[in-house]
């Protein structure tokens, strides 16, 4: 991939020509080229040159048509974050700064955005990309996405230690008509308690939340001797764990045995565990909530 200026400085222009002409080269945006054997097959009659390109080297292309102006964002910026792979068929998407000239061609989506500049701070390099920060790729691109896959780049970002939530409500505070604002707001707030997957979200909305029940701590540090160990759902004043295992844990003996040391571990210290695999936490609602309402009163009993 060259743009045409920097390949006249090594290649006479005759001989790029003649490149272009036997379709070795081809152009995919204005001054930008590309070697012919990186496009794939079209995959609809019609297709733009640039959708062709697998979206690494689109997003490459449109930078270098950008010609330092410009940083991936929204959907392209998640997929160099490495939260989510963009789809062959997406558009790339470049912000720039409002009256930069860019125009939007077939495949990239342009973003005008007031008091842009495409640098530090608004601008972070990544693998050598320039792209938009974090919290703005994902409070930006929450509408694009189907509603399914919405809050999985959210929680992943922050399980992975990316950003924090406080972090993110900041970016949605500053972009106050987003489509399906309401929906990230709550994802914030459930994530900001202390939620971190779709599993324990369920049960802050379904199973520990409402009458009866007390102010859980979520996702509790807790160090016995050398092992740190994290807590999905913490009774404090009962001394209780409440474990919210996925519809994919214990798919093997090695991780029941490590759930089993760690429960015994924290039996030492007089916590009690108890787990809930994901069946009955989502198809027996009900029967869960009167269990730790029951297992809760217990033990406050024997205190």
């Known amino acids: ?40 097959d079209p995959v609809l009659p019609g297709d733009p040159v640039l959708a062709r390109l697998d979206p690494p080297a689109a997003q490459r292309a449109a930078l270098a048509y950008a010609d330092g102006r410009a940083a991936l ?26 009256g930069s000239g860019l125009r939007p061609r077939p495949h990239l989506l342009i973003h005008h955005r007031r008091g842009f500049s495409p640098a530090p701070p608004q601008v972070m390099s990544r693998g050598g990309l320039p792209l938009v920060r974090l919290e703005r790729a994902l409070v930006d691109a929450w509408p694009l996405l189907p509603p399914v896959e919405r809050p999985d ?19 949605l505070n500053v972009t106050p008509r987003l489509p399906g604002r309401a929906e990230l707001r709550a994802l914030l707030a459930k994530l900001d308690a202390g939620c971190r997957s779709p599993l324990e979200i369920w049960g802050h909305d379904h199973v520990f939340t409402g009458p009866g029940m007390p102010a859980f701590q979520r996702q509790t540090r807790i160090v016995i001797g050398r092992r740190t160990m994290y807590l999905d759902v913490w009774a404090e004043r009962e001394r209780v764990d409440f474990e919210l ?3 994919a844990t214990h798919g093997d003996l090695r991780h029941r045995e490590m759930d089993l040391r760690r ?28 269990e ?12």
Request: aromatic residues 4%.
């Open 245 to 247: 295992d996925g519809a």
């Open 73 to 98: 964002s929204q959907l392209s910026a998640l997929d160099v974050w490495g939260l989510r792979r963009q789809a062959l068929g997406e558009p790339v998407h470049l912000d720039v700064a409002a």
């Open 292 to 303: 730790v309402l029951a297992i809760l009163a217990s033990r406050r009993a024997d205190g």
């Open 153 to 171: 780049a959210v929680i992943r970002a922050v399980n992975d230690r990316l950003t924090t939530p406080q972090r993110l409500d900041a970016a």
């Open 263 to 290: 429960d015994a571990l924290l039996a030492t210290a007089g916590i009690l565990v108890v787990r809930f695999a994901h069946r009955r936490l989502v198809h027996e609602t009900d029967a869960v909530r009167r």
């Open 1 to 40: 991939m060259v743009t045409w200026a920097v390949a006249r400085q090594v290649v006479p222009e005759w001989m790029l020509r003649r490149a272009c002409r036997v379709g070795h080269l081809v152009r995919v945006l204005p001054q930008v080229y590309v070697d012919a054997r990186l496009l794939r």
